[in-house]
């Protein structure tokens, strides 16, 4: 008896240990009940603040949260600023186009949090990130301008048009280390096939459905030219156009990105809803206006055709799935006491 006991403890720590996703079970919706009872709404302030400045707030947080859990889980080490001694994740080259704005977003949060006693120092950087994020999804708007409705600010009238709000689990610890190095091969590259988009959200115990739902968060942000060119200039040697690029959509992407482009250009995403959290982009997709390869492969490949059929056709059936699938990613790599702390300053280890 003693022996089968022996070996049940070995084979259970085996399991503890072996299993990347086993840490989110210290999450907990609660965990700043007690220690600071207003972080969502205090957070949920200063990111309206920074979104007023600036629409851009919102896919640059987006954009954030996820290159910061693929890489070394949902930690905050992508905040993480480099030193002489060591280049940070921020400054790999697959970093880089992450916009100042959300950096801004979690720093401003996490000064309003700490302005308050009772909350200072003891909220991390990464569950700063995972609420804003939430809430840059839920405050997306369209600005239209009209004399019919309530004047704001020069006839400008915000209309609430965002994603779905969700609950958010709550105490992550902030990574010890940020290294550049650890982003290589990490992230989603926009030329990637179904098979690498698969096996790399499966690395992190996404399904392919979790992956079509989280490629939605394309509906917002922009991309530089210079990761779609060839879809539009040299494709192959029997094609310099993509083939599966709708024609149109290729001839407006020549004229926005021609050859020798200023690299600082920038095109949206989505063309035809750029503002709003919605299910546009998988409609997109159906009209072969999927900006990367990686985007339209999940229409053209059959194994993936049905599920964007689906969201493409039914807001509630995607908002489900994105729920779903942004709660799973927010549990990947979660650092605990032991192998984390809480960092006074999210760009400084």
């Known amino acids: ?28 919706p609660n965990h700043y009940a007690n220690i600071c009872p207003n972080l969502q709404s205090i957070v949920r302030g200063a990111v309206q603040r920074k979104f007023q400045q600036t629409f851009v707030t919102v896919p640059a947080t987006l954009r954030l949260f996820f290159h910061d859990c693929f890489v070394q ?3 905050a080490s992508v905040m993480v600023a480099s030193t002489g001694n060591n280049q940070a994740e921020k400054d790999h080259p697959d970093n880089l186009s992450l916009a100042g704005d959300g950096f801004d977003t979690v720093i401003k949060a996490k000064a309003a949090v700490d302005a308050v006693p009772q909350c200072r120092n ?18 997306c708007y369209v600005i239209v301008k009209t004399k019919d409705f309530d004047i704001v600010a020069g006839n400008t009238v915000m209309y ?53 739902a989280l490629s939605g968060a394309h509906t917002l942000g922009f991309s530089h030219c210079n990761r779609f060119s060839n879809r539009i200039f040299n494709f192959n040697n029997q094609s310099a156009v993509d083939p599966t690029l709708n024609k149109q959509y290729a001839a407006q992407l020549q004229q926005m990105c021609p050859r020798n482009v200023d690299p600082r250009i ?49 807001s509630n059936v995607f908002n489900a799935n994105f729920v779903a699938a942004i709660t799973k990613l927010g549990r990947v790599g979660v650092k605990t006491a032991r192998n984390g702390k809480i960092r006074t300053d999210c760009s400084v280890l």
């Open 1 to 28: 008896m003693g022996r089968l006991s022996l070996i049940f403890v070995w084979s259970l720590s085996l399991t503890l240990c072996f299993n990347p996703y086993s840490t989110f079970a210290q999450l907990s």
């Open 73 to 75: 889980g949902c930690d």
């Open 122 to 139: 003891k909220v991390s950087c990464a569950d700063i990130l995972a609420l804003a994020t939430r809430d840059v999804i839920v405050l």
């Open 160 to 212: 609430y048009a965002g994603g779905p709000s969700y609950t958010v689990e709550l105490g992550r610890f902030d990574g010890l280390v940020s290294r550049a190095s650890d982003v290589n091969g990490n992230l989603p590259q926009p030329n990637f096939n179904l098979n690498q988009l698969n096996a790399m959200f499966a690395s992190h115990g996404l399904t392919q459905t979790d992956m079509i």
């Open 266 to 314: 920038a095109i949206n995403m989505d063309p035809t809803t750029p503002r709003t959290f919605d299910n546009v982009y998988y409609q997109n997709l159906q009209q072969g206006k999927g900006l990367f390869t990686s985007d339209q492969i999940l229409f053209t490949d059959t194994r993936s055709r049905a599920t964007v059929n689906s969201f493409a056709s039914s």
